[in-house]
């Protein structure tokens, strides 16, 4: 039969004088280790508060300052980054018009200079009729055409997304019903 004297033991010490048993860790201590027990826990509480400090100012910084959160730099980041990809692809298509613009004015300006020539030698040699006149006016105007509407050259854009597109999302449900109250209007019957 066990004696009714039977003290539990000191947790840290093993000695069987422990003064109090912790109800958050049911552990027995002794009066030289409750102590030290005990600024342990304060220790952790202090570190929790500050944690909890911490985070507050965090709030207030937010909510002072919404842009400076890490998603809206994110979508500043995307923006950023979609306009230079926009700018650098109408640099290389302005380059690329410029080449071929060039190359199309080059082969019209070979032909109005053998329209030119034709022309010249029909005026010299006054050697020419109706039909003459007919074919240096309809190779004038084809010339003119093709320089003002070049057939060979035009913009085309793709149909499929060259920027991709973002979005915000929330899984939080909390999110929505918020939304959805500062949104609708109640009626209470």
């Not at 280790?33 to 508060?49: G, K, W």
Request: glycine share 2%.
């Amino acid at each position: 039969m066990a004696s009714a004297n039977t003290r539990a033991k000191c947790s840290i010490c093993n000695k069987g004088n422990t003064a109090y048993v912790c109800p958050g860790c049911s552990k027995g201590f002794c009066f030289q280790h409750l102590t030290e027990h005990r600024q342990i826990l304060h220790n952790q509480l202090e570190e929790i508060i500050n944690n909890h400090d911490q985070f507050q100012q965090m709030i207030i910084e937010q909510t002072q300052n919404p842009s400076n959160s890490s998603l809206i730099q994110q979508i500043n980041q995307w923006e950023t980054d979609s306009i230079h990809q926009i700018q650098q692809t109408a640099e290389e298509c302005r380059k690329t018009l410029t080449n071929l613009t060039q190359k199309s004015i080059n082969n019209i300006e070979k032909k109005f200079i053998e329209l030119s020539q034709k022309l010249k030698e029909s005026r010299e040699d006054n050697e020419f009729n109706e039909i003459d006149l007919n074919h240096f006016q309809l190779k004038l105007t084809q010339i003119t055409k093709e320089f003002n509407e070049p057939s060979n050259i035009s913009i085309r854009q793709d149909s499929e997304e060259f920027i991709k597109k973002i979005s915000v999302l929330s899984t939080s449900s909390v999110f929505w019903q918020i939304f959805y109250i500062k949104n609708s209007v109640y009626v209470q019957e």
